[in-house]
Structures are given as C-alpha cells and as structure tokens.
C-alpha cells in the first residue's frame, strides 16, 4: 500500500514520479514546477497524470507537492454545524470550568496576601508601523505583492500569582488568528502583461502558552494598579496557509496565488504588556485594559507568491514577520 503519491521509478531510480488523480491537481503542480523551474517528463495514462523528476530536484518537487495539496484540502472538519458545535462543546467546558474554580476558591481559606488570580483575556490586533507590525514587500522579477498585516484577534484564559512586593508570576493559554491583506502585482513590458490582484483576507491560526513575570504598583485609589510584565512563550501555527485564485481578463487568464509557510512547527516569542488594571474583590470582578507586543526570536515565517498564466510563470518569496500589537482587555475573575 502506498501511503504517499510519489515514489521511485520503476526502471530509472534516478527520477521520481508523483502522480495525480485529480486533473487540478496535476495542473497546480504542472503551475508550480515551472514556477519554481524544476524540469518534469509528464505522462498520463488510465486517468491518471504522472511526472517523473529528477532526483536532483526532489526536495523542491517534494515542497511543490505539499503546497499542492495544502491548496486543495478540505477542513479538519467539513460540516459548518459540526464545527459551531464543536465551538459551542469547547466554550460550554470552559465556562464549567470557570465556575468550579470560582465556587472553589470561594469555599477554600485562600491567603489574602499572596492570591491566585484568573482573567479572561480578549485582544484586538492594532497595526502599528513604529511598533513592526508594518507592510512588507515580497519581491522576485516582475512579480511583487505587499503583505499588509490586518486587525486580527486573540482569545484565551491567563492565571496569576501574586509574589511578595508586587511581583507577579504567570501563564496560561491563548488562541491567536492573525490576517493579511495581500496585493499581488505582475508587470512583463515584453509580454505587456500588467496585473493587480488582491487577497483581501489570509488568516493564520496559532495556539500559544505565554510565561511572564511582571510588577505591579498600586495607584492608591480603588485598588487601581499600574502593571507591566514581559516574558516568552511557544507558539505552534497549527498549519501552513494559502489563497488563490483564478482571474479572467481580456487577454490571457492567470492564476495568482499566495503562501504563508512556516519554518517551524513551534516558535518562541517574546512578550511585553503594559496597563492598568482595577483589583478583583471577593464577589466583585475587576478588570484590565492595557496595549501589548509580541515578535517571534528569529525567522520563524515565510511569504511565497505565484503568478502563471499559460508557459508563463514566476514566483518570489522572502521571511516575512509576525509582530503584533494591540489593546489588551481582561476580565478579572473574583477570588
């Protein structure tokens, strides 16, 4: 049994022969090996469409094959109302849990000068070029695109421990969904062929476990508090992501296409928060508005872009940054 589409060939094991079942498919890969220049002997039979390439350019026709069917998966979950119910399942277990810890730490002797503390934690991406969360323009012949990072979100629950002389210590988890906007030009004086298409949305998830240690000063006035806190973490992006589509002009079509990929399956980035925040009382919520920062430690993402249209096709790719920034707003669940 063959787990995977591709595998030597039969006679030559010089050359490796993907196969495709599916005529879109083959076309998209056809698209990317010439993208990407990777010479292929293409044959078909009995429905099937089959390349052979060389050994020596494996590793780039392994890559072509995986974006592939990256392009053309279906979701983890097909079913919308599947999906909403697993939401909906998720959302409900958090809330129970939520309440056995409130009612928990009601009826437990918690020590007052040295508090447990859980928040809720909601944020809105706020794209500020100051900060790194700036357009970027992946560029490679007369093909250019701008990524220009959009409003995104962040959902997640935190828990704190309060130290002794206002330091605090804490963790939790949180889910991140990042968006771009995408401009994709192609500009070929000799063909004169000029081009501008735009992906108004490319949306990235990731699930990330921050640890951070931070000060908090009392403001005096209603058990306000001026706090700061920086730290690290590990986020895991839980797939590589792509648009594309296919456009209809008056001269040739094209197929445009964008990629975000991901050097790692786990990255390490580096927190800073800084707000202000009303105390939680017994019975009483408090809450916390504040702005924050995140970058990941070295290159951890990537931008690809393809144009094709007939014989003719070109590809840019560069790293790409994931800094956000944006306003951070917590409810503070009572002790």
Known sequence: MRWVNHAPHPADNRYEVFRFRERAHADAFQARCEAASIPFEKHEEDGEVMFGISRAHFREALRANHL????????????????????VFTGAVLLLALMGWCSTAAAQAVDPGLPWELDVVGRVHVPLAMLGMEPQVVEEGALSAMWEPKTGTEFGLRIHRR?????????GLEWVRREHLVVASYVNDTLGVAT???????????????????????????????????????EWRTSENVVSMQVQ?????????SYLGRARFVSVPVLAEFGVQRAASKGQAGWYVGGFWSSPVGRGAWAENTWQSGFVAEQGRDWISLVVTGIDLRLVLPE
């Open 68 to 87: 592939v069917h990256a392009e053309f998966r279906t979701p983890f979950i097909p079913h919308r109302g599947w999906r909403v119910g697993v939401l």
């Open 196 to 234: 501008r298409d735009t992906f108004p949305q490319l949306t990235s998830l990731a699930y990330r476990l921050p640890l951070l240690g931070g000060i908090r000063i009392p403001l005096g006035w209603r058990s306000w508090e001026l706090q700061a806190s920086a730290g690290m973490g590990l």
């Open 163 to 171: 130290l002794r002389d206002g330091w605090t210590l804490g963790g």
């Open 249 to 257: 002009t008056d001269g040739a079509d094209h197929i445009v296409q």
